[in-house]
């Protein structure tokens, strides 16, 4: 691990919420921090409703990530474009991300995580 990003895993209840809706409850996390950058929570994949996310045709690559692949959320009779990304195929120093999507909060996006408790990823 570099120590230009790390990681840590996040186990409690965490509460993904979107203005005053909740949009999913999930048992873990893993935080990452990115110098330069905003501390991000990405969720796991299989703890999200399947059914809510929408595959965009949106990519962006990161030299320190890999390629992100982009989510649009249904949510009820709303579509958030591009409300999350994720990468697939992340390169090895953050291979704990894989499988996990990450929120933008610039959508409103908020995650509750009262009582959680963070393990660094090694």
Request: aromatic share 10%.
């Given at each position: 691990?570099?120590?230009?990003i790390?990681?840590?895993?996040i186990?409690?209840?965490?509460r993904?919420?979107?203005g005053?809706k909740t949009?999913a409850?999930?048992?873990r996390?893993?935080?990452?921090d990115e110098s330069g950058?905003?501390?991000r ?8 409703p399947?059914?809510?996310l929408?595959?965009s045709?949106?990519r962006t690559?990161?030299p320190?990530?890999g390629v ?6 249904v ?9 999350a990304?994720?990468?697939?195929d992340?390169i090895d120093?953050?291979a704990a ?5 990450c929120?933008d909060?610039?959508?409103g996006?908020?995650?509750?995580r ?9």
């Open positions: 691990m570099s120590d230009r790390r990681l840590h895993r186990e409690g209840n965490l993904l919420r979107l005053d949009v409850e999930v048992q996390a893993v935080h990452l950058f905003p501390s929570l990405y969720l796991p994949r299989e703890e999200l399947a059914d809510q929408r595959a045709p949106t690559t990161c320190y990530k992100a692949s982009y989510h649009d959320l949510f009820g009779e709303d579509v958030v474009r591009e409300a990304w994720s990468y697939d992340p120093a953050v991300i894989r499988g996990h999507l929120f909060p610039r959508h996006f908020v995650v509750d009262e009582g959680a408790v963070a393990t660094p990823v090694t």
